[in-house]
């Protein structure tokens, strides 16, 4: 029997082979399209990604930050990612990823640019999905060569919640 740990190395194992064929053929659109490629592949991207969380939030039945920290995060720490919930207040919340099997993976194969157009991108579009009164900062990512990724949930001021 796979123990949970070997499951999880051919996950990211697949993952890798499936990005660095993505990786490939988005070099090759982007060799013949150029730089227009990128805005359209974050484009469409952003917008299945915020289908497919908005679908989540409904499902999970809590779409306020606390449901997101139940869902995503959640699924990130199974995923292999580390991180620490630095803060929350009554401003938001504030998480600092210190290992992405994602940037690694894309760093290994010299392709931060698409790790970031392809995984990093999406944060923003899950947030919105989610619930668009949820907004979203980072200043820094691991993909770009930080030391870690600063995510900060809060919710946007006049947005009627009253969990503001």
Not at 15 to 32: G, I, P, S, T, Y
Not at 59 to 73: A, C, F
Not at 89 to 99: R, Y
Not at 149 to 155: E, K, S
Request: with cysteine; aromatic share 10%.
């Amino acid at each position: 029997m796979i123990t949970r740990e070997e499951l999880l190395e051919k996950v990211n194992e697949t993952r890798k082979e499936e990005f660095k064929a993505r990786v490939d053929d988005l070099n090759a659109l982007k060799q013949e399209f150029g730089e227009k490629v990128v805005e359209i592949v974050a484009r469409e991207r952003g917008k299945k990604v915020e289908e497919n969380w908005r679908r989540i939030a409904e499902e999970h039945g809590r779409n306020d930050i606390e449901g997101i920290k139940q869902t995503l995060w959640r699924w990130v720490a199974e995923a292999g990612f580390e991180f620490t919930e630095i803060e929350t207040d009554e401003v938001g919340t504030q998480l600092h990823v210190t290992k992405c099997p994602l940037a690694d993976m894309a760093r290994e194969l010299e392709a931060a640019d698409w790790g970031f157009t392809c995984y990093c991108a999406d944060d923003p579009h899950i947030t919105a999905g989610f619930n668009p009164e949820i907004g979203f900062r980072r200043t820094k990512t691991l993909m770009e060569g930080d030391q870690y990724c600063d995510h900060f949930y809060f919710m946007k001021e006049n947005s009627g919640n009253p969990e503001k």
